[in-house]
């Protein structure tokens, strides 16, 4: 099984769900060579994301990214819920676009699904060099400023 669904729950931020959908089948099928995957992408606002946040972390406020792994050792198998506000927020903090934000967060969330870890300083620049390589060659495949208008 590979696949792949994109859900847009809000309304602040748009995005254009079937490119989102092609930059995750790229992700999934080129670059990380994922044999079984069944994903799903959900765009949220900020209430609705500090409401899981809360809920399920225990973490007060929105947050750009969670993941909910329900890999099995068949299936690589998750939800990536994505806040674009806070993405916004993340890309103009770095000087970057919305679009490479969306591509960054989905990575950062599927390398998660792949067992990765950011909870201590050291797996956190481990993922990080991992999630900047796919991120650039990712970008070199697919035009990442297109993952969002505005």
């Known amino acids: 099984m590979k696949q792949i ?18 930059v995750a089948t ?12 069944d994903l799903t992408i959900v765009f ?5 994301m500090a409401k899981i946040n809360l809920e399920h972390l ?3 406020g929105a947050t750009d990214i969670i993941t909910f792994d329900y890999t099995t050792p ?21 000087q970057d676009t919305l679009g490479h934000e969306i591509a960054r967060n989905i990575i950062h969330g599927v390398l998660h699904l ?9 797996a956190r620049k ?3 060099r991992q999630e ?5 060659k990712l970008s070199r495949r697919f035009p990442l400023d297109t993952l969002s208008h505005g």
């Open 126 to 128: 481990k993922m990080k």
């Open 114 to 122: 792949l067992g990765y870890d950011d909870s201590q300083t050291i």
């Open 44 to 48: 949220v606002n900020e209430t609705r």
């Open 74 to 94: 068949a299936l690589l198998h998750g939800e990536l819920i994505i806040c674009p506000i806070v993405a916004s927020e993340h890309a103009a903090q770095h």
């Open 5 to 22: 669904r994109v859900r847009n729950q809000q309304r602040w931020v748009s995005v254009v769900s079937k490119k989102i959908q092609k």
């Open 132 to 136: 900047n390589r796919l991120l650039q």
């Open 58 to 60: 225990r973490h007060e």
């Open 26 to 37: 790229i992700l999934m099928d080129e670059l990380l060579e994922t044999n079984a995957y």
